[in-house]
């Protein structure tokens, strides 16, 4: 028989948070609007569309070419000890980056079935049951002590998820439990509900970009969301429900990210979040757990985009859009067309990656709303941004002469004080 905890759900209310005054929900994000070419997506990845068209355009071997290029230009680096690219500075980026790629999607922490967490049958007890509201800030409170910087539930939304993965396509069906068969993911139609989750970056790192420093940042962004969902997937389903962890893989992470009122996409095409700008990486878990949905948020984004566009003049490959308004007018394969945005030039980003010999991140670094320091000022200027678009040009201007998004010097992270440690 079903029993509700009232310990936990009691915990979970009052660990509820109230964001900033000047974040707003909103029934529509601003950049919501969609037309019938909005479909699911192929699930391609821009590092097969980019090889895909590197041959294409240059030839056969051309992207193998490329690829042993970049390894001997690397390899140069690291032995003339180039700042931000040498060997401790290369592995201090892979093993950054150990927790995900260890994990395959449907496989290893990413497991679409429980690992090892004992089910409430096995324990003695029926599952939990709760009314909808506390369910979810249960399952908040859980995500942020699993490393959650922001987390909000969005409604499940199959437009979102992609046609395919490793070649095996992606399917609902009315089924009890995910499955990975030899053919076919198969997703339980009962899982209407999406755990939308915001993994803060470490900004001291990506302040470093686009050295290995910087793409340190992004790998250990991204094994900190694998393990954030696992943990919360394995929690789920002790509480009696099916869980499926996902980080870059499965589905869009971005729109399910909107809805759940994380953040606003932006002129990165990505999104950006009112508490720590686009420096987050994200991930999500689908189930059939029964929760309250929250609602998008408007916090003055899309007009602050309009008339910043420093990521866009940041961006050393020019990716980026300086349309003054978003429109329907795709870029590439890479982007999905039927939805309003600033799209960006994927292919051109990677063809930088390749010069650089790893991720960038600089267009992350550079925003304005990436801001490591939470002094009073910054969230004064973010409130004016949201009620007064007039100011937006002015704060761009004051962001430059502080120096905010400059590159820091690769070396000196190596020589700094941990943050708990005090001098004098």
């Known amino acids: 028989m079903p029993v509700a905890v ?6 979970a209310r009052a660990s ?18 969609k037309t019938a070419d909005f479909k699911r997506f192929s699930g391609d990845n821009i590092f097969a569309i980019y090889r895909q068209l590197k041959t294409k355009r240059d030839g056969a071997g051309s992207f193998e070419a490329e690829q042993a290029a970049k390894a001997k230009r690397m390899a140069g680096w690291m032995r003339e000890g180039k700042p931000g690219f040498r060997l401790p500075d290369h592995q201090l980026s892979e093993g950054a980056w150990t927790l995900m790629k260890a994990n395959e999607p449907g496989a290893g922490l990413l497991s ?3 690992i090892s967490v004992r089910t409430p049958a096995e324990l003695g ?10 369910m979810a800030e249960t399952v908040k409170a859980a995500a942020r002590l699993y490393g959650a910087g922001l987390v909000g539930i969005a409604p499940m939304n199959e437009a979102y998820v992609n046609l395919r993965q490793e070649k095996k396509d992606i399917v609902f069906e009315d089924a009890e439990v995910p499955a990975v068969t030899g053919t076919k993911y198969v997703i339980p139609k009962k899982m209407k509900w999406v755990v939308a989750i915001a993994i803060p970056m470490d900004l001291d790192l990506l302040a470093r970009a686009p050295t290995a420093l910087g793409d340190a940042a992004t790998g250990l962004g991204y ?13 789920i389903r002790g509480l009696g429900y099916q869980a499926i962890p996902s980080v870059n893989d499965t589905a869009l992470s971005v729109p399910f990210a909107v809805e759940a009122g994380i953040g606003e996409l932006s002129r990165l095409n990505k999104l950006v979040t009112p508490e720590f700008g686009p420096a987050v990486r994200l991930c999500k878990v689908f189930t059939d757990l029964p929760m309250a949905c929250d609602k998008p948020v408007d916090f003055g984004l899309v007009e602050f985009c309009k ?3 420093k990521c866009a003049e940041a961006c050393p490959s020019r990716a980026l859009s300086f349309d003054d308004e978003p ?3 795709t870029r590439g394969p890479w982007n999905n067309p039927g939805h309003k945005a600033w799209f960006e030039d994927s ?3 990677y063809q930088y990656w390749q010069k650089v010999g790893n991720g960038c991140g600089i267009c992350l670094a550079s925003c304005p709303y990436t801001k490591a320091a939470q002094a009073w000022i910054h969230g004064a200027v973010k409130a004016t941004a949201s009620i007064a678009p007039a100011a937006d040009g002015f704060f761009r201007i004051m962001d430059n002469a502080f120096g905010y998004g400059r590159q820091h010097d690769p070396e000196r992270w190596w020589t700094k004080d941990a943050p708990w440690v005090r001098r004098g």
């Open 223 to 235: 094994s900190h969301s694998a393990f954030a969902v696992a943990s919360l997937a394995e929690f």
């Open 6 to 11: 009232s310990a936990l759900t009691g915990g």
């Open 307 to 309: 008339k910043c566009k």
């Open 347 to 349: 292919y051109k980003c």
């Open 125 to 134: 007890v029926g599952r939990h049951t709760a009314p909808p509201e506390e």
């Open 16 to 33: 509820a948070r109230k964001r900033a005054w000047w974040v707003k929900s909103v029934d529509r994000p601003a950049l919501g609007e």
């Open 327 to 329: 429109s329907f007018k």
């Open 112 to 114: 679409w079935t429980r």
